[in-house]
């Protein structure tokens, strides 16, 4: 199988998105030799049996790469939870939603998370560095939330700024994450759930909801 192979091999291995990118404008010293990554997405939430489909793909990247005498480095998808060994110090020096804009799959919403075109938020993330010369993708410049702010409205802890993401300025402050953090945490703790995700379920993209409205009609029990 060539190189540009690759893609094909991921999608029919479980992956929903694949992507090629260059990434040496974003890559730290110590990683710099790696300057190729592959963005893999899949279009589901980040839970456990999610994670074991995302190690599974890492997985099958690292032999493809490994068997053609490539270098590469898989960051797992709850990269923040692992720690302890020398490789998992690496990970925190690269993040997925870098790798996911500069290969295409798609920008940075209002919502502080990558919006893919047809799945919108819904899409969890991994990634494999490589020396690899992959044939990159055309990177994502700029946002298209448009006039949509659904999620800013919405966001239960009041944690999103509005701001807008762009390739030319990608870290405006778009969420305040100690506010986003502790309504998740005391969410668990009333609710018994785990997380919360409401900016994943609220936006319209991957869905049949129009993206120039500011307001929802939230149907509560005994509306008519
Ligand atoms: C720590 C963490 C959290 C923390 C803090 C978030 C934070 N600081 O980012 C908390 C607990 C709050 C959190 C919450 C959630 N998280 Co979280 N989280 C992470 C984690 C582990 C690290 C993120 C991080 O450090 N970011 C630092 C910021 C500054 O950088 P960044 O993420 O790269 O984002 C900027 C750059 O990418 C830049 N950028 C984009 N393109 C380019 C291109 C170039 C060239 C450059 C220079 C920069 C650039 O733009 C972004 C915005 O500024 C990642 C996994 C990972 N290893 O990446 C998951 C991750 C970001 N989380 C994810 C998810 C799903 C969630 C939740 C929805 C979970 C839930 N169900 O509640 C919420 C959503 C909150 C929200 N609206 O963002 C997904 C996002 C998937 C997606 N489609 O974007 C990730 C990627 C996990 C995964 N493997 O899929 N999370
Ligand atoms: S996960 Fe919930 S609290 Fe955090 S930014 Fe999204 S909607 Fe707001
Ligand atoms: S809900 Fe609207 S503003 Fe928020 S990320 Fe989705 S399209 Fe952008």
């Known amino acids: 199988m060539t190189l540009s192979g690759l893609k094909q091999y991921l999608i029919k291995e479980g992956a929903t998105v694949v992507g090629y990118a260059e990434v040496d404008e974003a890559l730290p010293a110590e990683i710099s030799h790696l300057n190729r990554a592959v963005s893999i997405g899949v279009d589901r939430n980040l839970n456990a049996d999610t994670i074991r489909i995302l190690g599974k793909l890492l997985k099958t990247a690292e032999t493809f790469l490994r068997d053609k005498g490539f270098r590469f480095l898989c960051i ?4 923040d939870r692992i720690s302890g060994t020398f490789v998992s110090k690496l990970y925190k020096l690269f993040s997925h939603k870098v790798a996911a804009t500069c290969s295409g799959l798609g920008w940075i919403g209002r919502n502080g998370l990558l919006i893919n075109p047809r799945y919108g938020p819904r899409l969890s993330l991994v990634t494999v560095l490589t020396d690899a010369p992959l044939e990159p993708d055309f990177p994502i410049e700029e946002s298209l939330c448009g006039v949509c702010r659904l999620c800013v409205h919405l966001c239960p802890s009041g ?9 030319e300025n990608p870290f405006p402050e778009l969420i305040d994450f100690s506010k986003c953090y502790s309504y998740k945490a005391n969410s668990r703790a009333v609710a018994g759930k785990p997380n919360c995700g409401f900016c994943i379920n609220i936006c319209p993209y991957g869905r049949r909801i129009p993206r120039d409205t500011n307001t929802v009609r939230v149907t509560v029990e005994g509306d008519e």
Do not use: K, N, T, V
């Not at 944690?159 to 390739?167: N, Q, V």
């Open 76 to 79: 797992p998808p709850d990269s």
């Open 159 to 167: 944690a999103l700024s509005g701001e807008e993401w762009s390739r």
